[in-house]
């Protein structure tokens, strides 16, 4: 499929996908708490998704019931604006 050709500066023919650290925890035999285990850093989780080449949903920001994950064309940060230059006849 073709992409149009955009003319908007903060249009992006590429994607985005925000990673952040992932917390893994395991469940107490005695007490049946879920206590934390470890902290994946963001870094490393990115890494994952790039060798194993998936990106896992999850229920967290969603209202509902199905697990979902966000990807977005536009970039994070507004285009810079251009400086406008005075000029006097």
């Not at 990106?55 to 966000?70: A, E, H, N, Y």
Request: glycine share 4%.
């Amino acid at each position: 499929m073709a992409f149009p050709n955009i003319r908007r500066s903060d249009f992006s023919h590429s994607l985005v996908h925000l990673t952040k650290e992932r917390r893994e925890y395991v469940q107490d035999d005695k007490t049946l708490e879920q206590k934390l285990e470890r902290v994946v850093p963001g870094f490393e989780v990115l890494k994952e998704i790039l060798s194993d080449g998936v990106i896992r949903s999850s229920l967290g920001f969603v209202k509902g019931t199905r697990p979902v994950m966000c990807l977005s064309e536009i970039p994070l940060r507004p285009p810079r604006r251009r400086r406008m230059t005075l000029q006097w006849a």
